[in-house]
Structures are given as C-alpha cells and as structure tokens.
C-alpha cells in the first residue's frame, strides 16, 4: 500500500488542475484554408499597456496548412483577461 501510494505521487502529480493555467486561448480560423489555429496569451508577461488606458497584445499566429500569416490584435480591460476588443487580419474569430 505504501508502495503504491508512492508510485503514484511520482506518476500523477504532474498535471496540474485547468484552474492554475492562466494563459489565455484564443482561436482563429484561416479565411484562406479553414483550418482552426489556436494560440495561447500569457497575461503576466505578453500584454503590453496601451496608450488609451488597458492592455493589448498582438500576435501572429501561422498554421501548419498554408503557412500564411494571421494577425491577432487583443485589447484587455485589465489584467484579469476582460477583453474588450479583437481584431484579427486573415482570419476570423472563433472563440
Ligand atoms: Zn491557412
């Protein structure tokens, strides 16, 4: 028994629950081939302040099918990942 429980803390603990991933998903589909590309936005370290008051972050998001180039604006309230607005270039807006 007290083997067992060892075995499983070396195995098992290593996922964290979903709750303490702070990162931000955010999925575009390519206007050019359809695919869904995903991507994840670090707040703590990728969101920049801008100049109107609140946060935005940019990226530029490629899939693996036709390699062209999306571009992601987000802007954020706050930290907390209240987003008021989301432009995207190529793409459109999943979720
Ligand atoms: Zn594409």
Redesign the pocket.
Known sequence: MGRLGFLSRLFGGGSRPGGSDNGIYIRVK?D????IVQARVNPTSELSQADEGGYYVRKVLV?R??F?PIEVQLRYSDLGRTEIGREVKGGTSVE
């Open positions: 390519c050019a081939c359809g695919e899939g099918q036709c062209r």
